[in-house]
């Protein structure tokens, strides 16, 4: 009888992770472009508690125009707290990245221009 390998890990902080589908059918994404054509907000999450909501749309273009790569277990690199910085003077990464429901609140950054943003969904949908 064959052996069975083990399930890939699910957590973000994973380096193994790869995109898919959650049990309750839901897309699981692995990058932040991903996140955005999914309509989740992102949310980095500190070891305090504190975590902030970013729209996904201008957090991607952020990344797209520093050229950063925006695999969300590298992007947890590019957060950093600030409550944490205001009280001990050095730059805290946060120890998770949430998907979540985009809500008013969240934090909002430029956008990218529209033509931009329907070439790169339509090369994701490709």
């Not at 991607?60 to 009280?87: E, P, S």
């Amino acid at each position: 009888m064959p052996v069975r390998s083990p399930r890939a890990p699910t957590s973000l902080d994973s380096p193994c992770d790869v995109g898919g589908w959650t049990k309750e059918g839901q897309p699981r994404a692995t990058h932040i472009f991903e996140a955005a054509a999914w309509f989740r907000a992102i949310k980095p999450v500190c070891r305090c508690g504190h975590s902030a909501t970013f729209n996904p749309y201008g957090i991607w273009w952020r990344f797209q125009c520093k050229m950063w790569d925006d695999d969300l277990t590298k992007a947890r690199q590019k957060f950093w707290c600030v409550r944490c910085g205001a009280r001990t003077g050095k730059r805290v990464r946060p120890v998770r990245i949430e998907l979540v429901d985009p809500g008013p609140d969240d934090i909002a950054l430029p956008m990218p221009d529209e033509r931009e943003w329907k070439r790169a969904l339509s090369r994701f949908r490709a």
